[in-house]
């Protein structure tokens, strides 16, 4: 299987010497979710900045595709979709607008409203919503929004940070079920979550960070008897320091 995201002793230090991330490596291949647990300055977000490139990696590096996220930049953003209902989505744009703004923005140009239209029902946003602005959106929706625009996209590769955080039980049940759609459809997903129980379920590989470092990588499989919170615990009170 081919793989689509690497993280290749992925070290992130600030000028005050603290680390964020501690040489982190994992890969996730297509048809993969690969799912970043860990409490609050973990350095999850750091992972995810550096493979968008929001930041420079100290050591290390993220290769998107093969390629390197902070040597070749504009090459390795072709093969990333960042869904986050912040970053991307025009507020007084329709969903039609947005999707048809992003299709342009990555050289889409041949699609017809009717594609906008299957891909917005195909991510579970009715009929009536597709002509409403985004402000009126709720966070669920929104989400929806950002999912139909990396489906447009059509990247190998798909990150999400914190997708669920925020949505009611049923929005992010319906979400979740979306991830698990692209994962049968071969993208590469990296996501991070507080999430556990979904996380269990749709992930292939679990990691679990705390204090910058990768302290546990398994695959979901092999934790399929185990009571993954109990794990989750333990790896949190164990005070790791490498
Ligand atoms: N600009 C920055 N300068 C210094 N430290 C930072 C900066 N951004 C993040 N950090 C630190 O990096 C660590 C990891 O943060 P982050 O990746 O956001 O964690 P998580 O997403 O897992 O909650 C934290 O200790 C945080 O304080
Ligand atoms: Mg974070």
Redesign the pocket.
Known sequence: MKTILEAVNLT?R???N?T??NGISFRVNEGEIFT?L????????????LFLNL?EPTEGEALINGVSSHKDPLEAKKYVSYVSENVMLYNNFTAYQNLDYFARLCGRTSLTKDDYRNVLLRVGLQEEAHNKKLKTYSKGMRQKCGIAIAIIKNAPAVIL?EPTSGLDPKAGFEFIKLLETLRDEGKAILM?THDIFRAKEISTTIGI?N??NLVMQKPASDLAGEDLEKLYLEYMAGEYVS
């Open positions: 992130k600030y000028e005050d603290q964020a991330l970043m860990g409490g609050n300055g973990a350095g999850k977000t750091t992972t995810i900045n930041i940070d991070s960070m204090r910058g």
